[in-house]
């Protein structure tokens, strides 16, 4: 396993056959619904802090404080060797960037923040992009693009439903912005969401694209992470010599939306959203 387990998972399709979906009861749900907001309120202290002038590692040790003062533990910290509580990915870097006290935010830079929270033993994963200071037309519609698929992935999200619907939602919403903003995106194909609940990253794997009707049934009690990646321009990776940071192959830029998402009768509950 490499570095590329932590903000998307990436796994193979294959593993849908032969393993089991682990199934939340109300009360577990209800556990991690905390952590999802344990998660939502790092996130929105780093969304208040990231400015012109400030440090990814200081987003980062806010982000931790937050965590720990909530009773909770950043999920991230030494997972598979990840140094830091989120993921902070600049500009070009899709996921999986480190913090570092090298890395001060700029005006006109985009950042996409993931992070992760346990809290009586059950996760909460969620990620945003943000924008320091001034932001081009472009970007903005990336991101739109990106969070508006990850909405669609959220509105799949029935019992019943397969796998694969909420993959093709994510999609189908993808080339509807594509062609409102008239521009193109690449979707991040090698990296996708995730079933998640005792553990940060567990089955199914769900990739942000493909056909409907495919893969595993959704039921009741089952959980999430549903977290599109998209480019301004292609949808080639490249993980840097650091063993984690994947950035776009040609440099363009790139966004990062993600919720924890539980199956309810009441359809999809999303963890990690603010109250
Ligand atoms: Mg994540
Ligand atoms: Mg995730």
């Known amino acids: 396993m490499t570095g590329g387990l932590l903000g998307g998972l990436r796994l193979t399709i294959a593993s849908w056959k032969s393993r089991m979906i682990e199934i939340k009861t109300p009360a ?10 344990v998660v939502a309120s790092a996130l929105a202290a780093v969304a208040e802090a990231a400015k012109a002038g400030v440090s990814t590692a200081e987003l980062d040790e806010l ?9 909770a533990v950043p999920s991230f910290k ?24 090298g890395q001060v935010l700029a ?24 924008f320091v200071g001034s932001v081009t037309d472009a970007e ?16 799949a999200v029935t019992p019943g439903a397969r796998l694969t619907d909420i993959s093709h939602a994510i999609e189908t ?28 990253h567990m089955d199914p794997f769900l990739p942000n694209y493909g ?13 999430i992470a549903i977290e599109p990646m998209l480019t301004l321009g292609v949808e080639e990776t490249v993980e840097l010599e650091d063993g984690w940071t994947v950035v776009t192959a040609d ?11 539980a199956v309810t009768d009441d359809g999809p509950w999303v963890l990690t959203a603010p109250e």
């Open 28 to 37: 577990q749900l209800d556990a991690m619904r905390a952590a999802g907001l």
């Open 63 to 71: 982000a931790e404080q937050t965590i720990r003062d909530a009773g």
């Open 78 to 101: 030494g997972y598979h060797g990840f140094p830091a509580s989120i993921c902070a990915s600049v500009n070009e870097q899709i996921v999986h960037g480190i913090p570092s006290r």
């Open 107 to 130: 005006d006109g830079d985009l950042i996409s923040v993931d992070c992760g929270a346990i809290l009586d033993d059950w996760h909460g994963d969620s990620a945003v992009t943000l």
């Open 140 to 155: 903005q519609a990336l991101s739109d693009a990106t969070r508006d698929a990850m909405r669609a992935g959220i509105a």
């Open 173 to 200: 919403s993808v080339h509807a912005s594509e062609r409102t903003h008239g521009r193109q995106y690449g979707i991040v194909r090698e990296y996708g969401g995730h079933g998640i609940g005792s553990a940060m």
């Open 211 to 223: 056909k409907p009707g495919k893969g595993p049934r959704l039921r009741v009690g089952m959980a």
């Open 251 to 261: 440099g363009s830029r790139a966004a990062h939306w993600e919720h924890t998402v």
